[in-house]
């Protein structure tokens, strides 16, 4: 294994970084994505089909996903992933934050961000900028939910 595997396996782990996953049909936007994300001190684990992104979710914890509106290739009525994390407990959805990147989208469309039951939508032809994007809804949405997790961990229920 070359020190660059390891170096990267290490930083995956390393303290204080969250996790996240980025579930992409492309190779390329993978790759835009994951170094978006490492630049926002996340991990960034890559799901390459729906099969895979429910593989991890069932084991890590994620404070952050991004899905493609074709993950699967089905479109996005057929995005079985999406589909699932719009159903999850709403307990457990709350510490995710969920963005959705397609063709469809006006970026930063709370309307259809609601609609999706996402944080954040975005237009792929701002996916350019999706790291300023993503750092100012991220910190939206923390200053929102902060004194909901704090009630919680409080209450021993976080």
């Given at each position: 294994m070359s020190i660059e595997k390891i170096d990267d396996i290490l930083q995956e782990y390393e303290e204080g970084l969250k996790r996240s996953m980025i579930c992409a049909s492309s190779q390329d936007m993978q790759k835009h994505l994951s170094d978006t994300v490492k630049d926002l001190k996340y991990s960034a684990d890559v799901a390459v089909n729906p099969e895979d992104a429910f593989e991890r979710l069932r084991f890590n914890q994620y404070e952050l996903i991004i899905i493609d509106e074709n993950f699967?290739?089905?479109?996005?009525?057929?995005?079985e992933f999406l589909h699932h994390i719009q159903n999850l407990s709403m307990s457990t959805r709350r510490f995710i934050f969920v963005a959705l990147y397609g063709a469809a989208f006006k970026t930063m469309d709370n309307m259809a961000a609601f609609e999706r039951s996402v944080n954040l939508v975005i237009n792929v032809k701002d996916i350019a900028n999706a790291?300023?994007?993503?750092?100012?809804?991220?910190?939206?949405?923390?200053?929102?939910?902060?004194v909901f997790r704090e009630s919680l961990q409080k209450f021993g229920k976080a």
């Open positions: 699967g290739g089905r479109g996005i009525e057929g995005n790291r300023v994007i993503l750092k100012k809804s991220i910190g939206d949405n923390e200053q929102f939910y902060k």
